[in-house]
């Protein structure tokens, strides 16, 4: 069987190594200096001014929303437009905390929501939360533009997408805010973690004091004085007074000391991420079976996990069988709107095409030569 992963990290033996020294000397654990450093060395990565880490990529999610709440940059009922192919806890925050969520079909050229697909939203948007699908993006340039024109608060989910570019600019850069996650089989992990990245100081500290109960105590002294003299708090109450709506999302200081460890390796990670793709988009080409991408507009591809879509369900099921020593699932979350929780009354026939015939194959750095031998075979076979 070839699996969609195999470890629990890069470089898994020095990585544990590593942990199980810092563990056995740390004199912390909870959230401290480790995670800090981790949030300025991955902000340097990704070019942003400002990271706050999270204890999951959903929980990082969940926290965005809120804090556009708190800053009244979104309000409840409002319509926000999400991408139909994406995973659940991207949805969920929408209906939990009030939004009106809106799904915006993909294009079936790159699996995600081009302007296209935007212009063609019946609904007055006041926010987009974009997820950029498998290290893919369609033309974010665009979609910027028009988010900016019309008023249009616009983040992004770049979950699967770390390190992918398009036009020079890394994904997760043209938001306001976007959302990683660091869960296990992801571009980096740390078996479960998340962040936020952003360059607008009044998010970062928003989102610093919804993960943490809405308090002050992770925000800068100036910024906790302006707080605490705004609100005539005395200095008894000070590390006890809660500013805005939040929660306990925080992360630990393990999630810090391996997010460090991992990102010394994260060039590494994305080249065997493309190559891979490589290999895989080119066997794809010619058979007539599969619905062939184009992603010619993309700098670099980080891929998450190969697509292959097939055009009628019994093509679908042949396929399913000629994998089945393989390790397969369904792409992403599938169509949203055929999830129980939502079912969405809006349709999207792209993402329910995906839904009804795509699954994903691995693509990770661990993959030897022979089973990326097999997985070609495989795609090319008819």
Known sequence: MIKLMKDTFYHEEETKKALCEFITDAKILSLNKKCKE??????KYQGRKYSVLFNSGSSANLALIQSLLNLKKIKKG???GFTALTWATNVMPLVQLGLTPIPIDISLDNLNVNLEQLENVKEKLDCLFLTNVLGFCGDLDKIKDYCDKNNITLIEDNCESLGSEFKGKKLGNFGLGSTFSFFVGHHLSTIEGGMVCTDDLDLYNMLLMVRSHGWD?????ETQLTL???????DFYRAYTF?????NLRPTEITGFIGLEQLKYIEEIHSKRQKNFKKYIEAAKDNPDILNLKLDHMNFISNFAYPIIFKNKETFERYKYKFSDVEIRPIVGGSMTQQPFLRSNISCPNAEQIHEFGFYIPNNPYLTEEEITSLIKLIKSQ
Do not use: I
Request: glycine letters at 4%; charged letters at 35%; aromatic letters at 20%.
């Open 38 to 43: 981790f949030e300025e060395e991955f902000s």
């Open 78 to 80: 409002d319509n926000v």
């Open 217 to 221: 105590r992770n925000l800068d002294k």
């Open 228 to 234: 605490q003299t705004k609100h005539y708090v005395e």
């Open 243 to 247: 500013y805005c709506p939040g929660y």
